[in-house]
């Protein structure tokens, strides 16, 4: 069955402290892996997809990477406006255009 | 940019009651979605539409249905509204191939 984790649930990180989000996912054939960016009270904001394992995508703090088994998210010197959940998602080869399968989420905290 | 419009932030209604949950895009997308979220368990597909009058089941159908009249309208209906329907619910869209999906800002419905 196809399956995305996430890790850690929640961080909280002091400003300027960098660290990574991990996605670990499993699934027959990827087509492509979805990084999202959701504050409260509002629905996701795309970030960046990946598609193949050694590819690589960055947005200003933001580094995504892939393997053939998880994503990292690296966040560079983060600053409180960085505080948000991120979401990582899936598609699988063979699955209906689109279908996306989620993660629960990292909420990240960083403190000024 | 892309938008995604709910029509209602926040709706409250009564076990039994007939909602309707209204999503409008503005870029002529051939594909549209609808998931909701809970705590603990990310976002899980509801249905979703590649084409005018066109539909497909998602994860979790059950006790739900959906119409797609025009293009860019998608609503989601419960038939009879349960106190486990109780969630957020957000709509997505994006193109036919395998561009990422921009949501709307979602509904938090309270079924009481």
């Known amino acids: 069955e196809d399956q995305v984790t996430q890790s850690p649930e929640a961080l909280r990180l002091q400003e300027g402290e960098s660290s990574s989000l991990n996605c670990s996912y499993t699934?027959?054939?990827?087509?492509?892996l979805f990084w999202y960016r959701q504050d409260p009270g509002k629905g996701p904001e795309f970030l960046f997809t990946?598609?193949?394992a050694g590819e690589e995508k960055e947005k200003e703090r933001l580094k995504a990477t892939l393997t053939k088994k998880e994503s990292f998210l690296h966040i560079t010197a983060p600053k409180p406006e960085d505080s948000a959940t991120y979401l990582c998602?899936?598609?699988?080869?063979?699955?209906?255009?689109?279908?996306?399968?989620f993660g629960t989420g990292t909420l990240l905290a960083v403190q000024p | 940019d892309v938008k995604v419009t709910q029509s209602s932030r926040y709706l409250v209604k009564r076990t039994g009651e007939k909602v309707f949950l209204e999503c409008v895009q503005d870029?002529?997308?051939?594909?549209m979605f609808w998931y909701r979220q809970d705590p603990g368990l990310g976002l899980r597909l509801i249905y979703f539409?590649?084409?005018?009058?066109?539909?497909e089941k998602g994860d979790i159908p059950e006790g739900y249905s959906v119409s797609r009249e025009k293009k860019e309208r998608f609503s989601l209906i419960l038939e009879s509204a349960s106190t486990n329907q109780t969630s957020m619910y957000l709509c997505?869209?994006?193109?036919?191939?395998?561009?990422?999906?921009?949501f709307g800002n979602g509904t938090r419905l309270t079924v009481t």
């Open positions: 997505a869209s994006t193109t036919g191939d395998y561009s990422p999906l921009h």
């Open positions: 699934v027959s054939g990827l087509r492509g």
């Open positions: 990946l598609y193949s």
């Open positions: 998602a899936v598609q699988a080869r063979g699955g209906a255009t689109n279908k996306l399968i």
């Open positions: 870029m002529d997308h051939e594909n």
């Open positions: 539409s590649y084409d005018v009058k066109m539909k």
